[in-house]
């Protein structure tokens, strides 16, 4: 079984297809995950004139259903990993079992909570610079957070715009000493101490500025084509978290290089278990990996 349809979950089940494996694949709260909110993704290879997120999630689905991956509308809400075969429970209450089970169900970036910054997401608001940076190039964005996430993102975004707004909520980054040096020493990255974000302005085209809110009152408008949060991200593993071991932060810990966790027969790939890069090329290469390690599993058993 495979839990989680982004492009982990829907590699894995195309290489565990074509290993006759016999996958069954539960989509998840949002079939084609976090691709799904991007425009345009001009940074997978292999399409020349880039593709949109959408359409990428659901070549890589077409593709697995047609190499004979048994893809459901479902989300797991119980899981128990003590034994095989797996036990899962679904949302319809309906339980189901398997062999071997692949983990892929992401990570879900902390927003802010604004009305209007989900009115406008893929439309100027973002959470992956690296992502979606190239398409403010020589104009003005905002980054907010002020940990080393956040510093990464506005240094990389420092390189291609003409200027980059920090909008920091205290009057000190939290970011190690090196990064704070890299965005203190841009000259086009300026920090906004002590402000919160209070919405995000924007018409039919997009986004055209962010209103903010300083800790001695006052109230101003910034102009920006590009507002990106650099807050964190939340793996979603709290349902296999009293059986599979994770970081302080929940991301699930695997072994080595390989998927395996401390649960044999269990695998994880993806953003749920990898905080670092977050890119769908890195996810989809774990969705394969995990296949791999699935089946030399499955394949010890016979």
Not at 190 to 204: A, H, P, Q, R
Request: net charge negative; charged share 20%.
């Amino acid at each position: 079984m495979i839990v989680g349809g982004g492009p982990a979950g829907y590699t894995a089940a195309i290489y565990a297809s074509r290993a006759n494996l016999s996958p069954v694949l539960y989509e998840g709260v949002q079939p084609g995950g976090q691709l799904t909110t991007t425009t345009d993704i001009e940074n997978y290879p292999g399409f020349e004139n880039g593709i949109s997120g959408q359409a990428l999630m659901d070549a890589m689905r077409l593709q697995a259903g047609r190499l004979g991956t048994d893809i459901r509308h479902g989300i797991v809400t119980e899981a128990d990993l003590s034994s095989r075969p797996f036990r899962l429970v679904l949302d319809n209450g309906t339980a189901v079992l398997a062999d071997s089970l692949i983990i892929a169900t992401g990570a879900t970036a902390k927003y802010l909570g604004l009305e209007s910054e989900e009115k406008f997401k893929g439309m100027g608001v973002s959470a992956c610079a690296t992502c979606d940076g190239f398409f403010y190039r020589n104009r003005k964005v905002a980054v907010v957070g002020g940990g080393d996430t956040a510093c990464e993102e506005a240094s990389y975004l420092a390189g291609i715009c003409e200027k980059v707004y920090m909008i920091v909520r205290r009057d000190v980054l939290r970011a190690s000493p090196a990064m704070q040096a890299r965005v203190l020493n841009a000259p086009n990255i300026e920090i906004l101490w002590n402000c919160n974000t209070v919405e995000v302005l924007g018409d039919l085209s997009g986004v055209t500025g962010v209103r903010l809110a300083a800790k001695d009152g006052r109230v101003f408008d910034i102009a920006v084509d590009g507002f990106f949060l650099a807050i964190g991200h939340h793996p979603n593993s709290e349902v296999f978290s009293k059986w599979v071991a994770t970081d302080a932060n929940g991301y699930i810990m695997t072994e080595g290089k390989s998927s395996r966790t401390n649960v044999e027969g269990v695998f994880a790939a993806g953003d749920v278990q990898n905080p670092m890069y977050r890119q769908a090329v890195t996810a989809a290469a774990s969705g394969c990996i995990a296949a791999l390690d699935a089946e030399k599993f499955l394949n010890s058993l016979k």
